[in-house]
Nanobody, 114 residues
């Protein structure tokens, strides 16, 4: 199973982006987005489940939306009003239905710069 992220890039302050994460196969019960900036620990950004229970970190709540297309095994993260503190490598993570191990994607770089 592979998780492949896309949608990263350079965004000006105040801009928006939409990240995507596609799973190659299997079915998952839980999905998440994490991010890691240089010199900082990885932090959770948002999570969702197949029953649409969602969580947002305080840092992104109110300006981010995580959504899931189960039929396409794809999870999205839309973020608005991006600031330099949002920059980093964004990783997708997921847990299989009935599983306990977390599967990770390689990440997609987000840079916030004018």
């Amino acid at each position: 199973v592979q998780l492949v992220e896309s949608g990263g890039g350079v965004v000006p302050p105040g801009g928006s982006l939409r990240l995507s994460c596609v799973a190659s196969d299997d079915a998952f019960s839980w999905w998440a987005w994490y991010r890691q900036a240089p010199g900082r620990e990885r932090e959770i950004v948002a999570t969702t489940t197949v029953t649409n229970v969602v969580y947002y970190s305080a840092a992104v709540k109110g300006r981010s939306t995580i959504s899931l297309n189960s039929a396409k095994n794809t999870v999205f993260l839309e973020m608005n009003n991006l600031q330099p503190g949002d920059a980093g490598v964004y990783h997708c993570a997921a847990i299989r239905l009935g599983g306990i191990s977390t599967i990770w994607g390689q990440g997609t770089q987000v840079t916030v710069s004018s």
